[in-house]
């Protein structure tokens, strides 16, 4: 190597990195945006689920569907037919959700139809999903057994997709929406189950359940007990066994009865019993922190 080539060389690798700007930690991602409890909820809980939702003016007024996951974890996908779907739950991740997702949005919108979006570098600070959502239009989650929104009907039809496909819902853990009752879902893992994202502060869920567990009335149905509580995204998602068998149709009525008891609670703001702390302390101590 030439003394010229050597000194290029050196002066390439003594130049400094650039630094890449980290993305701010948000305790509560999706804060502001009428649907947070259930983005929580497709991001940690539910294993197949989308949301239609529709970009600002500002971002082309564009139609695009956030779903729970994508195949091999992808951050999103422009589908073949032209429809745009962004996922919440993806291998990559920065401090901040509504980041992480805006940027694989906005990413997504510059594809061609049938690309997938492989990004691997995470996203630097820049618009969340609070600023490119129109945050005036419907929020409406749909839960499936199945994971058949990847694809096109004629996508489903090409060899092996439908194989995969097939494969991969097979490994779906039943889950249904509660209906008419706000951000809660059924599921049947051996066992049954409902879970409720709750959108009120922490402090106030846990105060509330301490103290309806301390009253032994922390029960949402008949043969249901209460075991505890997800944390994620800055909000509660509380557990509830269920009795033996239980189907999500089953639910509605007695959880519309249990949420006036649980508004009740959570309106109190008198100090917390000996009892009701020792509960509180004993449900803090059973709580999962997801990611």
């Given amino acids: 190597m030439g003394k010229k080539s050597r000194k290029q060389r050196q002066s390439v690798e003594s130049a400094p990195k650039v630094r890449r700007a980290e993305v701010p930690y948000v305790e509560r991602p999706f804060e502001g945006i009428p649907a947070e409890p259930d983005l929580v909820a497709m991001r940690e809980v539910i294993p197949a689920a989308t949301m239609p939702v529709r970009t600002t003016e500002e971002y082309g007024a564009r139609e695009v569907l956030l779903v729970t996951l994508l195949p091999d974890m992808l951050p999103a996908l422009h589908r073949e037919d032209g429809a745009v779907l962004v996922a919440l739950q993806t291998r990559m991740h920065t401090g901040d959700a509504s980041r992480d997702v805006a940027a ?36 409406e989650i749909a839960v499936h057994d199945t994971f058949d929104y990847w694809l096109t009907e004629e996508g489903k039809q090409e060899e092996g997709v439908g194989h995969a496909l097939e494969h991969a819902n097979e490994e ?88 006036t008891t649980f508004d009740e609670a959570l309106a109190s703001t008198e100090p917390l019993t000996a009892e009701e702390r020792r509960a509180r302390a004993g449900i803090v101590s059973r709580q999962v922190a997801l990611r």
């Fill in 172 to 259: 779906i853990v039943p889950t249904a929406k509660v209906d008419g009752v706000d951000h809660a879902y059924w599921v049947r893992m051996g066992r049954e189950f409902v879970r409720w994202a709750r959108p009120e502060d922490q402090e106030r869920v846990l105060d509330a359940l301490a103290r309806l567990h301390a009253a032994r009335a922390s029960a949402i149905a008949d043969g249901a007990k209460f075991v505890g509580a997800f944390r994620s995204c800055g909000i509660l998602i509380p557990v509830w066994e269920l009795a033996p068998g239980t189907e999500a149709d089953e639910l509605p009525g007695p959880m519309a009865a249990f949420g």
């Fill in 104 to 139: 694989a949005l906005l990413d997504a919108l510059e594809l061609e139809p049938g690309t997938p979006l492989t990004t691997a570098e995470l996203p630097e600070p820049g618009p969340r999903l609070q600023d490119v959502l129109d945050l005036d239009a419907p929020f």
